[in-house]
C-alpha cells in the first residue's frame, strides 16, 4: 500500500478554544488551557487538532469576526502562548491545523475601518459597496436573525456586503491586493509553524460580479461562482511554499458534484467537509448512496473527509440517540478516508440546555459549544472562575476514562484500531449487501464493518472476529443488535 500523508491516517479533533480548557480562572477557555490537556489528545491517537479562530476580535461571531489575523486575542492568551502550544503539539506527535476567515474580517479591522471612511480611500475596494435606495439585491444573511445581507453605511452612502453579521463584512475577492494580503496572513502562520488551514466558509469567496438576484435564477449568487477554482490554486501554491502542509476546506453546499469539484486534479483543497454527508437523515441507503456517490465522482487525487458533528451543528447524541451516536463512531472511524471529531463527540454529549439569560449566540449554537466537562464539580474541571457557558458535569472525561463501556473508552479502541490495521487507513472499500437498515462494506478484503440503523435486531454473517462494537454489552455471535456498530477481522 502506498504511504499516506498525515492528514489521511487518522482522526483530526477539532477544539473550540473557547471552550476546551481554562487555565487563568477567567471563565474562558485560552491557549495554555489546551497545552494542559494534550495527554488526552494522546489517548485518542489523534493526527491533528484543529483550532476554531483565536485570533483578535470583537468576538461578535465568537472570533469569525477578526480584527487582526495575525495576533492572538488576549483572551486566549499571546503569540509566545501558540508558539508554545505548537511546539508541544509537535513533540506529542501532534500536528497543528487553525481555522483561516478568508471571506470576511470584523468591521473593527483597519482594512474595514479605512475602507468605510471615505469612498476615495485606498481600501475602499477592498470590500463590497454598491448604491441603492434599497439592499441592491436579495441576497440575505447565513444567519436568519439577521436578514438582508446588506447594511447601509451613513458616513459615505453606500451599502456594504455581509454574509454573516453586519459586524463581519465580505471582502472583495476580486481585488487582486486583497489576494495577496490574504495570502500573506497563510504565510505569517505557515511560517510559525502551522501543518495546514481549515478554511472557512470558502466557497463564499467566488460571488457573481454583477450581483444578481437570486430569484429566478437556477443557482445561487452569492457562493461558488466559477471564479472560486482559480482562487483556490492560488491559495494551494502559498501553502505549497511550505513542505507537508494541508488545507481542508468548509464547502458548506448541499451538491456533491460541486464539493467534487474543489478537489479535483490535486491543485487545489486537500480535503473538504462534505455537507451532504453530515446533514443526511439515520438511514442505511441514505449514507451508503451518500459514500458511493462520493467514491464515483472522485478522481484518484480526492480523498474523503467524513464529519458529522461540528461546532455549528446539532450533536449526534440529540439527533439521533446515544446508541445511534456510538455506531456513528464506528462508521467514522472505519470508512476510507479521513475522520474529524468535535470536542465531546468522543464523550457522546448531548445538545445542552442554555437558560435564556444564558444565550449568547445570535444563531442559536450555544448548547453545542458548552466547555468540556473534565472532573465533576462547580466549573467541571474546565475553569476555576464562573464558566462562560454552562457546564454539565453529569458525564465527564474522569469518569468515562474509569469505564471500560464509555462512549471515550470506544473512541479511544477506535483510533488504536485504526493505527494498528492498515486495512482500516488505506485498504480499498466495497460495499457489501446486507440485511435491510444494515450498511455494510470491507476493507482491503480483511476487515469487515457493519452498522444496523435499525433499532431492531439485524442478521449479518460475521466470518471472522469482531474487534470492537459499539454495543458494551454484545453478546457475541452473529447479527447487530439495535443500533449497532462492529468492525471485525475475515477469516482467511
Known amino acids: 500500500m502506498a504511504e499516506l500523508a498525515w492528514w489521511q491516517r487518522g482522526a483530526i479533533y477539532q477544539i473550540y478554544p473557547r471552550s476546551f480548557a481554562d487555565s487563568n480562572g477567567d471563565g474562558i477557555g485560552d491557549l495554555r488551557g489546551i497545552v494542559a490537556h494534550l495527554d488526552h489528545l494522546s489517548a485518542l491517537a489523534v493526527e491533528a487538532i484543529w483550532l476554531s479562530p483565536?485570533?483578535?476580535?470583537?468576538?461578535?461571531?465568537?472570533?469569525y469576526d477578526?480584527?487582526?489575523p495575525c495576533d492572538v486575542d488576549p483572551i486566549f492568551g499571546t503569540l509566545e502562548d501558540f508558539d508554545h502550544l505548537v511546539a508541544e503539539c509537535h513533540a506529542a506527535g501532534i500536528r497543528v491545523v487553525i481555522d483561516w476567515v478568508p471571506n470576511h474580517t470584523s468591521d473593527r479591522h483597519p482594512w474595514f475601518e479605512a475602507s468605510r471612511s471615505s469612498r476615495d480611500d485606498p481600501k475602499r475596494d477592498w470590500y463590497v459597496w454598491r448604491d441603492g435606495d434599497g439592499p441592491p439585491n436579495d441576497?440575505?444573511?447565513?444567519?436568519?436573525?439577521v436578514g438582508p445581507a446588506w447594511?447601509?453605511?451613513?458616513?459615505?452612502g453606500q451599502w456594504y456586503?455581509?454574509?454573516f453579521m453586519r459586524e463581519q463584512p465580505d471582502l472583495n475577492w476580486d481585488n487582486p491586493e486583497v489576494e495577496a494580503a490574504m495570502h500573506d496572513v497563510i504565510r505569517f502562520w505557515m511560517d510559525r509553524g502551522v501543518d495546514g488551514l481549515r478554511?472557512?466558509?470558502i466557497h463564499k469567496i467566488a460571488k457573481d460580479p454583477l450581483m444578481r438576484d437570486h430569484v429566478g435564477a437556477p443557482r445561487r449568487h452569492d457562493e461558488d461562482w466559477e471564479t472560486i477554482h482559480e482562487r483556490l490554486r492560488g491559495i494551494r501554491r502559498v501553502v505549497d511554499e511550505y513542505d507537508d502542509r494541508m488545507i481542508v476546506g468548509e464547502v458548506a453546499l448541499q451538491d456533491l458534484h460541486r464539493i467534487v469539484l474543489y478537489l479535483e486534479s490535486g491543485d487545489q483543497l486537500h480535503l473538504a467537509h462534505n455537507f451532504v454527508f453530515v446533514e443526511l437523515p439515520w438511514e442505511a441507503d441514505a449514507f451508503g448512496t451518500s459514500i458511493e456517490d462520493f467514491e464515483a465522482l472522485a478522481d484518484r487525487t480526492a480523498w474523503p473527509a467524513w464529519f458529522l458533528e461540528n461546532h455549528d451543528l446539532p450533536r449526534l447524541a440529540s439527533r439521533f440517540g446515544p446508541a445511534a451516536a456510538r455506531a456513528a463512531a464506528v462508521m467514522l472511524?472505519?470508512?476510507?478516508?479521513?475522520p474529524f471529531v468535535y470536542q465531546g463527540q468522543e464523550l457522546g454529549l448531548p445538545d445542552a440546555h442554555i437558560p435564556p439569560d444564558r444565550v449568547v449566540d445570535v444563531d442559536g449554537r450555544d448548547p453545542v459549544r458548552t466547555p468540556m466537562p473534565w472532573e465533576p464539580g462547580a466549573g467541571g474541571g474546565f475553569s476555576d472562575g464562573e464558566p462562560w457557558l454552562p457546564v454539565d458535569d453529569s458525564t465527564t472525561v474522569r469518569a468515562?476514562?474509569?469505564?471500560?463501556?464509555?462512549?471515550?473508552?470506544?473512541?479511544?479502541r477506535l483510533a488504536a484500531l485504526r493505527r494498528e490495521l492498515p486495512a482500516l487507513r488505506n485498504g480499498s472499500q466495497r460495499r457489501i449487501d446486507a440485511a435491510p437498515g444494515v450498511l455494510a462494506w470491507v476493507r482491503d478484503e480483511r476487515v469487515l464493518a457493519a452498522v444496523n440503523f435499525a433499532g431492531e435486531p439485524r442478521p449479518l454473517e460475521l466470518r471472522g472476529k469482531v474487534l470492537v462494537s459499539s454495543d458494551p454489552d454484545r453478546a457475541g455471535g452473529d447479527g447487530l443488535g439495535p443500533y449497532e456498530a462492529v468492525i471485525a477481522a475475515l477469516d482467511g
Not at 441576497?139 to 436573525?145: D, E
Request: glycine residues 4%; aromatic residues 16%; charged residues 20%.
Open 199 to 201: 478554511l472557512d466558509a
Open 151 to 156: 447594511t447601509f453605511d451613513e458616513t459615505t
Open 54 to 63: 483565536f485570533f483578535r476580535s470583537p468576538m461578535a461571531d465568537f472570533g
Open 66 to 68: 477578526v480584527s487582526d
Open 400 to 412: 468515562q476514562a474509569q469505564d471500560p463501556r464509555s462512549s471515550l473508552t470506544l473512541f479511544r
Open 333 to 338: 472511524y472505519a470508512l476510507r478516508g479521513t
Open 161 to 163: 456586503l455581509h454574509s
Open 139 to 145: 441576497w440575505t444573511s447565513q444567519f436568519r436573525a
